[in-house]
């Protein structure tokens, strides 16, 4: 069926530098998503992303955290600078309209230092 | 604000024995429910979806049945295959109202180990 890749799978980086998640996905969907889910806990919404824009946001996506998809290519969650709490794995995933089926990647383990 | 509660961390059981996960939900207006299963190096990926005739949603075996007047949505196999074993998500989204998107709102997830 349909993938969302994520690349890397996992990325260890020392606090106060920079990071970007990479998400190839699917190739006609529309809507793009990041999750966040830290050790233990529930996955949590923190942005969409459609025509270009960010739709919503949670408290989580803090102003340290950017998301953009230039010319159609990845669709990135930059996060600068990283602090300690961003350590958690994060799931990207899209779909092609809304009340379609939501398709996932396998997550990228990000682990802040 | 809306909420998914799965009260099961872990739930272990032997092979061919029936299935059943608990999900209760609280929100502000009628959500579609879902369970997604991830298993072990793969992504989440959709399992069931309650429709909004209140039919009763089926794939691979298993069923679940949106009950909104207990808000609840378990998941339930009448027997249970070693392949099973993955980790069980509920998760809720509010009815498309304008261009938000709908986001999904889950639970923590439950981990079912099938054993022979």
């Known amino acids: 069926g349909p993938k969302v890749l994520q690349i890397p799978s996992h990325q260890i980086i020392d606090m106060g530098q920079m990071v970007t998640l990479n998400c190839d996905p699917v190739s006609n969907h529309l809507y793009f998503y990041w999750y966040k889910q830290i050790l233990g806990q529930q996955m949590e919404f923190l942005v969409n992303f459609y025509n270009g824009k960010v739709m919503e946001k949670s408290k989580l996506f803090k102003d340290q955290f950017s998301v953009e998809r230039p010319d159609g290519s990845y669709f990135t969650l930059k996060i600068q600078p990283t602090a300690l709490e961003d350590s958690a794995v994060y799931f990207c995933a899209s779909r092609h309209r809304v009340n379609t089926e939501v398709f996932f990647g396998k997550g990228t383990r990000l682990t802040v230092v | 604000g809306d909420s998914v509660t799965q009260t099961e961390g872990l739930v272990t059981l032997t092979e061919g024995l029936p299935v059943m996960l608990n999900c209760t939900y609280q929100?502000?207006?009628?959500?579609?429910l879902f369970w997604y299963v991830q298993h072990l190096n793969e992504a989440p990926k959709l399992l069931l979806k309650s429709f909004t005739d209140n039919k009763r949603p089926e794939h691979q075996g298993f069923h679940a049945t949106l009950h909104k007047s207990s808000s609840s949505f378990h998941l339930q196999k009448s027997s249970a295959q070693l392949s099973d074993s993955a980790l069980y998500y509920c998760a809720l989204s509010d009815r498309d109202y304008g261009s938000s998107g709908n986001k999904l709102i889950f639970g923590i997830g439950t981990l079912l180990s099938v054993k022979p």
């Open positions: 929100s502000t207006y009628s959500p579609f």
